[in-house]
T-cell receptor, first 113, second 112 residues
Framework: DAGITQSPRYKITETGRQVTLMCHQT?????MFWYRQDLGHGLRLIYY???????DKGEVPDGYVVSRSKTENFPLTLESATRSQTSVYFC????????????FGDGTRLSIL | GENVEQHPSTLSVQEGDSAVIKCTYS??????FPWYKQELGKGPQLIID?????GEKKDQRIAVTLNKTAKHFSLHITETQPEDSAVYFC???????????FGTGTRLLVSP
């Protein structure tokens, strides 16, 4: 039971670089989400996807790009990283049925120097 | 949009005591309220959830209560143990929608 996996677990990069965070789930969940976690802010939704090729913005989408060509993968790209994007990023997934719990990966800690 | 406030931000208790974490929400259309536990270096894990047609739900030492009129819900942990030490998040969403809005988290420390 692999569940939901994120890679890499840790990443250090420099401002202006492009970086992609990967998320893979084995449950065939239709919904997938990207959150960032910062002290004092809890978890804030960046982007989400209801199905392959369907994505939508969350609360804090600026500076991020997502794609979903396959149901099981939902990569998050920072096209030109900024220091304010230093954070812990979590991917989650859930069924399309109402009120199903979201299942989270163990996160990627991203530092931008 | 929905806004969820969570208190306290930190909570220290002795082993065996009870712990209560409170959340308020702003959107009266919200109908689903999950609670997540996050241990160090891990992602949040669902521990209990409640829907608006229920006022209280219990699962062993954990219970959640919901007051729709006042728009607040609470997590109650009885007989706390050191392994309960973690960060707890509440969340809210409107029925039929998959998007959750999270509170800012409560760091619970249970001392032996």
């Amino acid at each position: 039971d692999a569940g939901i996996t994120q890679s890499p677990r840790y990443k250090i990069t420099e401002t202006g670089r492009q970086v992609t965070l990967m998320c893979h789930q084995t449950w065939s969940h239709s919904y997938m989400f990207w959150y960032r976690q910062d002290l004092g802010h809890g978890l804030r939704l960046i982007y989400y996807s209801a199905a392959a090729d369907i994505t939508d913005k969350g609360e804090v989408p600026d500076g991020y790009v997502v794609s979903r060509s396959k149901t099981e993968n939902f990569p998050l790209t920072l096209e030109s990283a900024t220091r304010s994007q230093t954070s812990v990023y979590f991917c989650a997934s859930t069924h399309a049925k109402m009120d199903q719990p979201q299942h989270f990966g163990d996160g990627t800690r991203l530092s931008i120097l | 949009g929905e806004n969820v406030e969570q208190h306290p931000s930190t909570l220290s208790v002795q082993e065996g005591d009870s712990a209560v974490i409170k959340c308020t929400y702003s959107d009266s259309a919200s109908n689903y309220f999950p609670w997540y536990k996050q241990e160090l270096g891990k992602g949040p894990q669902l521990i209990i959830d409640i829907r608006s047609n229920v006022g209280e739900k219990k699962d062993q030492r954990i219970a959640v209560t919901l007051n729709k009129t006042a728009k607040h819900f609470s997590l109650h942990i009885t007989e706390t143990q050191p392994e309960d030490s973690a960060v707890y998040f509440c969340a809210a969403s409107e029925t039929g929608f998959q998007k959750l809005v999270f509170g800012t988290g409560t760091r619970l420390l249970v001392s032996p």
